[in-house]
């Protein structure tokens, strides 16, 4: 079992910046790729950015590329998500997810995810 709290959201204005934390405890961390997924009411999960193992592979959706930074610390058992240039339409709960698999976009890839945290980006 893979336990994750996501921390850090918070409401910013548009072209502000957020800084996201994910904290993970239980089996070893080193051993699971780690994504980042975000969700509005009405909507299905989406994809945002997930990175591999040891952080050397990295996807990001093309609506948050060039503007999120996704990374991970092993030593601590955390992933981030920096996010720079913030728009309205980034509005939405985040989670992290864990992935027993190698990174992926599948949501249903995922084998562990956390409560979410919300971030409001104001007009």
């Known amino acids: 079992q893979v336990r994750l709290v996501e921390s850090g959201g918070g409401l910013v204005q548009a072209g502000g910046s957020l800084s996201l934390s994910c904290a993970a405890s239980g089996r070893t961390f080193s051993n699971y790729a780690m994504g980042w997924f975000r969700q509005t009411p009405g909507k299905e999960r989406e994809f945002v950015t997930a990175?591999?193992?040891?952080?050397?592979?990295?996807y990001y959706a093309d609506s948050v590329k060039g503007r999120f930074t996704i990374s991970r610390d092993n030593a601590k058992n955390t992933v981030s998500l920096q996010m720079n240039s913030l728009k309205p339409e980034d509005t939405a709960v985040y989670y992290c997810?864990?992935?027993?698999?190698?990174?992926?976009?599948?949501?249903?890839?995922?084998?562990?995810w956390g409560q979410g945290t919300q971030v409001t980006v104001s007009s």
């Open positions: 997810a864990a992935a027993g698999t190698g990174p992926t976009t599948n949501a249903n890839m995922y084998d562990y």
């Open positions: 990175i591999s193992r040891l952080g050397v592979t990295k």
